[in-house]
Structure formats: C-alpha cells, structure tokens
C-alpha cells in the first residue's frame, strides 16, 4: 500500500520560512517523479515544483527563486524548502508520486502565511 505522508506545515509570517516533507513508503521511491502541489480555499488544485526520478527539477513561475525542491532516496523523502513566504501562499500543500498512469497523493498539510 502506498502512503505519502507531509509533515512541516503550520502558521508563519508573511517573509518566514518552512519546509514541508512527505515520507514516502509502498513504491520503489527512486523511480516516481515527485512534486508538491497545493490548493487554496476555493480554487483548484495547482502545481508548485517537481523533481524528477532523474533529479530534474521545474518550478511554477510564482515559486521561482523562493521554494527549492529536492529529494533524498535514501530516505524515500520529498522536501520542499520555502522561503520568502506571502499570505498568496496560503494552502493546504500535497505530495504527489507518479509513475506512468501510477497517481499517489498524501493528505496534505495547511501552511497558513499570516500577521
């Protein structure tokens, strides 16, 4: 059974930081693509960055220059380091595996930017 979980998620002020994590057990790791996305109240569920099997990484033009995502294999784990935080970026952030047709999703967790 595959599970993607995040943790690192809380309040935090507008220009603070965060990392988010999401652990990651079921799957071989090292093959899925992963990615964080996120989806704030009433909108859709948008993408923020992703990093490949192959360590490639994109970003959405919002995030560039304040989020980096990386990935640790050995660790079956997905960060994603955020910087220079705006009350934009309030949302509730997935984890996201996917190989092929194979989709996963974690639960999410709220990152709330506020003063």
């Known amino acids: 059974q595959v599970q993607l979980v995040e943790s690192g998620g809380g309040p935090v002020q507008p220009g603070g930081s965060l990392r988010l994590s999401c652990a990651a057990s079921g799957l071989i790791f090292t093959i899925y693509d992963m990615g964080w996305y996120r989806q704030a109240p009433g909108k859709q569920r948008e993408l923020v960055a992703t990093?490949?099997?192959?360590?490639?990484?994109n970003y959405v033009d919002f995030v560039k220059g304040r989020f980096t995502i990386s990935r640790d294999n050995a660790k079956n784990t997905v960060y994603l380091q955020m910087n220079s935080l705006k009350p934009e970026d309030t949302a509730v952030y997935y984890c996201n595996a996917k190989l092929e047709t194979f989709t996963y999703w974690g639960q999410g967790t709220q990152v709330t930017v506020s003063s």
């Open positions: 990093v490949s099997s192959g360590d490639r990484k």
